[in-house]
């Protein structure tokens, strides 16, 4: 099967370039302008964007939380990524208990993903305490393709700071890439203590109950660890403008970390915790000011954070309502399907990315980050046949109705967007044209990463 788009603003992370892209299976062969051939279909791209399928580095399919799992299984959140826009998405093999091995933890994962992906996928490896310690599975990992490991300093898997810097220093030895949840535990939990003592427990008070500092104080403590260690480190999710200076700084004096944000923290504020719709916005950490979005995207902008991710992890809204206070209502929120359009919209239009920027943080950076390139995140010849077509002018309002997710509702309902994709190629195969999923399942495949940094 061959096609060729024909007569796009063909967008990488260096340039934007009116060319003709020939895929023929599942790669891309040829990009230049003028190309023919009679022996493909022809996509007529003129006026549209072509980018690099997008990599959603950050999500939760089919994860168990308590006696809940989340409602999108690899199926349903991969079919959703796909009419998004995103060819590959990353998400976790998390082990059951410290007493888990690692290999067993990965190799059930990606039985759980293989079967059931409709986009291509890798994996983090979560690391519960002690885990750490075990360098010969940590090395096993990284040969099977796991390259990155997740841990967090807060919830029931967190491990102490000690154990992190041995957690850096093992993972710098194997050239994997350590990614980490950063909200101090003992902050988010003398701030709980408070609000229950005060009788404050509903999902007003979320945001009150991992306050900024808690985000602040731990990037602080762990920016100091890697810096100690000289070994690179990557943050998940961040939501405080405190927690972005860091980041920001960090990387001017020329240490290696690198900063994530989501949709959610660039563009909602906790005001919504005031509403009756509280619980379908609560997410760890929460929503925070119009000041920190404000700073989110000046920090984006200047290019000091490299990635925008969703942290997709879908609850549908009787499962979020099911709660009885902020801390047993289950988190997280939907969001693969709308990343792309959402930057576009508020990133690209309002003046914060430039194009180029715009493919570096949802493509070109996440594939480098996590050993993707340049089989993913570029548009070269050689490169996997991961495309979007995307209309610059084509308007529409949000609404869950037309998404694809089994959470069935959006937290960017009736956000007016101008700019969406309208067909996504996946390795060559096209599982969405114009609002309709045309993939199907178990045609996602595991890339391993490769180490790169
Ligand atoms: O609330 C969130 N973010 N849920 C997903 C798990 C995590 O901490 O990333
Ligand atoms: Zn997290
Ligand atoms: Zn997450």
């Known amino acids: 099967m061959a096609w060729l788009i024909k007569g796009g603003w063909v967008v990488t992370a260096e340039r934007v370039e009116q060319a003709d892209l020939l895929i023929e299976g599942e790669r891309i062969v040829a990009r230049k302008p003028g190309l023919a051939t009679s022996s493909a279909d022809v996509l007529d791209a003129r006026g549209k964007y072509v980018l690099p399928g997008v990599i959603d580095a950050h999500v939760h399919y089919q994860m168990p939380i308590g006696n809940l799992w989340t409602a999108d299984d690899f199926y349903t959140g991969t079919a959703a990524a796909a009419c998004g826009g995103v060819t590959t998405v990353i998400d976790y093999a998390e ?12 190799e059930r994962r990606l039985e759980e993903a293989g079967e059931k992906a409709a986009v291509d996928f890798s994996l ?17 990992a990284v040969e099977r393709g796991l390259v990155s490991f997740k841990i967090f300093t807060t919830y029931n898997q967190r491990l102490s700071y000690t154990a992190i810097k041995k957690c850096i220093q093992a993972s710098q030895e194997i050239g994997a890439l350590v990614t980490v949840h950063a909200e101090d535990h ?30 602040v104080e731990a990037v602080r403590r762990l920016i100091d660890i890697a810096k100690e260690c000289q070994a690179p480190l990557y943050f998940v999710h961040i939501s405080t403008a405190g927690a972005a200076e860091l980041i920001a700084s960090a990387r001017r004096a020329g240490l290696q970390v690198f900063g994530e944000t989501c949709p959610h923290y660039l563009l909602l504020t906790d005001k919504v915790y005031n509403t009756e719709d ?15 979005n404000l700073k989110l995207w000046e920090v984006l902008s200047e290019g000091y ?19 009885t ?35 570096q943080v949802l493509s070109t950076n996440p594939a480098r980050l996590f050993g993707l390139y340049p089989r993913k995140g570029e548009l070269n010849p050689g490169s996997d046949a991961d495309i979007v077509i995307f209309d610059p002018r084509k308007e529409i309002k949000l609404s869950a109705e037309a998404l694809h997710s089994a ?32 993939g199907r399942p178990g045609q996602g495949r595991f890339i391993p990463g490769k180490l790169q940094i």
């Open 186 to 215: 003992e902050l988010v939990m003398s701030a709980r203590e408070k609000l229950k003592a005060g009788g404050r427990t509903s999902v007003r008070y979320h945001a009150l109950s991992r306050p900024h500092e808690a985000e």
């Open 407 to 438: 959470a069935r509702y959006t937290p960017f309902e009736g956000y007016t967007l101008k700019g969406y994709p309208e067909a996504t190629f996946l390795r060559g195969q096209l599982v969405y044209y114009q609002g309709r999923f045309l």
């Open 95 to 106: 082990p059951l208990g410290s007493g888990d091995r690692l290999e067993e933890a990965i």
């Open 124 to 140: 983090h490896l979560v690391l519960l305490p002690g885990h750490e310690e075990d360098t010969k599975a940590l090395q096993a």
């Open 278 to 292: 509280a619980p379908l916005y609560l997410m760890c950490p929460p929503l925070r000011t119009r000041e920190d």
């Open 325 to 359: 206070a902020f801390w047993d209502t289950p988190a997280g929120v939907p969001g693969t399907e709308t990343l792309l359009p959402l930057l576009y919209s508020y990133g690209v239009r309002e003046g914060w990315l430039s194009l180029p920027q715009l493919v």
């Open 305 to 323: 954070f490299q990635v925008v991710a969703t942290d997709h992890c879908s609850y549908t809204p009787e499962q979020k309502l099911s709660g």
